[in-house]
Every structure is written in structure tokens, then in C-alpha cells.
DNA sequence: TTTCGTGCAAAAGCTTTGCATTAGC
DNA sequence: GCTAATGCAAAGCTTTTGCACGAAA
């Protein structure tokens, strides 16, 4: 698997190709939604990637934007980062679990350079029995910015 | 700080000294929400312990647990995972950030043996500039019960 | 007696769902 | 033309809040 931050237009392909194969229909509203996803190096919210779309898009929905990120959760094209003080986040350009740092006063969500999980992964397979799927790794703290505020 | 579990009586008195010395009063019904989070080794959902007092403690109301957590998340005695798809769940027991592994199939969720987070938490601070103040590891799959069915 | 805590019920916030309308294929 | 998607509004869930009553210091 791919650890770097690919070509927006190269990530939506596969996510367009992905629903296709599946047998979704790529409907204006759900490309929008995509294009969005596959570009975001932010890790937007439903909310955000709403307002972005409406000026463009004023007939879209939230309902819309949510049920398309359903899919995309179903096939495996999005990372749902989960909060329950907040809104969840998402990350369609790098769909797999990787590391966040994440401000806890702007609430800026970025990623730091990409840890070699495998070896870990495997010690706490053999310690817990476990089968490991997925995994979360977030780090809390003030982002430089804010550190100068 | 100290990464192993300790007993939960005595777990119990840490917690009952903090909020005294804070200023808040140990009443039986807050009494009670400490008892079950500071010898909670499952986990427990808002819920759950709400349901566990119910019966000792008729009168008992979610809100009242909420209200204990939340003065425990303040004094920084208690871990809360939290989750978007379920209910947070609680850590009396050890309040401190350390990995977790949570069953898909079950909801389980356990801590696998403490990792030594020191030398990567300094690695991400220097490559990022982040003051990082905590943290958070799951680690998703299936527990050995459930890749048994 | 004054302040704090409890617990009911209502509100809040995010996400999901039902359903009639609209649009892909 | 058939089936799926949209988008409005309502419902769902967890958590928080307002407030009157009761209890603790």
C-alpha cells in the first residue's frame, strides 16, 4: 500500500472507478462530494464539505453529503477520523489509518510524516492474540501556531 | 507516572482525594460512580455504569453520572475514549493515555501490554513542532473469542 | 442558611432515515 | 421505464443543560 499523498485528480479516478464497480450510480452532486474528499489535505467535516459544495451546488443536501460519505466508508475510499465532542473528520486522499496530529486549540487535523507500523502491529498481534485490522493513532497538543499565540 | 494497573481501593481513595482537595463534595451517588470507574477493568460506557447502580442506588440518574464524569475529566481522572458511532467509554482506573484494542465484533475493549511512547512522542515533536500533551493508540480487530466463532 | 448536588425532562448537536420527487442508465 | 439518488424534514442517539427540590457543610 501507498503511504504518500497522491494527485488529487488521480485519487478521485479511483474513488469514481471504485463506486462504479459497485454500482453506483456518479451523480453531480456525489462527484462534487469526491472531488472534495480526494483533495482535502484538511480533513474536513460533513459540514464543511457542505458548505464548500452549496455555492456550486445550492440544491445540495447534507443527507447527500453524509450518505455519499456512507459509501465511500462501505468501499474503503474514506478514513473516518471519530469524535463525539465534535464533528467526525475525513481524509479521501489517504484512506488508510496514519497518523494525525491534532490541535486542541484551532483544531487544525494534519499529518506528520508516516511511522512503519508493520513491526509494532505484529508485537501486539503475538502478545494479545489479537487479529489486528485498523488501527488510530492521534497525537494531542498545540500546533506551532498556536504555540506563538 | 505510573503504567501499571494499581488496586482499585486504592484507585477509589486517589480519586475521592482529588475532588476534596478541588472542592467538590463525595456524595453516595458520586461515591458510587468513582467505585465502578476506579475498578473498571471493561471499559464502561456512560450507560453501563448508569445500569450497574441502578439497582443499589434506585434513585440514580444518567445525568448524575455524566455530571460525576465530567468533574473527572476535569481533574484529569479519568480516560474517556471517545467514539461517534457508540458511547465513549471510561478508564478510572488508569486515566493516563495508553493503546487499546477493541474488538469489531464484540465492542470489547482491553489494553494490551504498556508501549514506551517517550522516544516516538519526541520524534514527532521535533519533526513537527507540535507540543504534543497526549495521545491516543487503538488498535482494531477481532479478540481471540470472536475469531473462534 | 447558604451553597452544592440530584434527577427529571427538555434541549442540543451530529448523523441517519423515510419518503416523495427527480434523474441516471 | 426501471431503479437508484436527491433532498427535505423528521427521527434517533448520546450527551448536556435548566431548574426545582433536597441535602450537605
Redesign the interface.
Known amino acids: 500500500m501507498d503511504k504518500v499523498r497522491i494527485l488529487p485528480e488521480i485519487r478521485l479516478k479511483q474513488m469514481v472507478e471504485k463506486l462504479k464497480k459497485n454500482g453506483f450510480r456518479i451523480t453531480p452532486q456525489r462527484y462534487a462530494v469526491l472531488k472534495v474528499l480526494a483533495q482535502s489535505e484538511n480533513h474536513p467535516s460533513a459540514e464543511r464539505i457542505y458548505e464548500q459544495l452549496l455555492t456550486d451546488y445550492p440544491t445540495m443536501s447534507q443527507a447527500t453529503v453524509y450518505k455519499t460519505i456512507s459509501l465511500l466508508k462501505k468501499t474503503g475510499e474514506v478514513l473516518e477520523l471519530?469524535?463525539?465532542?465534535m464533528s467526525?473528520r475525513y481524509d479521501g486522499n489517504k484512506p488508510y489509518p496514519h497518523?494525525h496530529?491534532i490541535?486542541?486549540k484551532c483544531g487544525t487535523i494534519?499529518d506528520?510524516?508516516m511511522?512503519d507500523f508493520e513491526k509494532?502491529?505484529n508485537k501486539?498481534?503475538e502478545?494479545?492474540?489479537?487479529?489486528?485490522?485498523?488501527?488510530?493513532?492521534?497525537?494531542?497538543?498545540?500546533?506551532?501556531d498556536c504555540?506563538k499565540k
Open positions: 471519530e469524535f463525539s465532542e467526525n497518523p496530529m490541535c486542541t494534519s506528520p510524516p511511522l509494532l502491529k501486539m498481534m502478545k494479545t492474540g489479537f487479529t489486528i485490522s485498523s488501527h488510530r493513532l492521534d497525537f494531542y497538543g498545540y500546533c506551532p504555540q
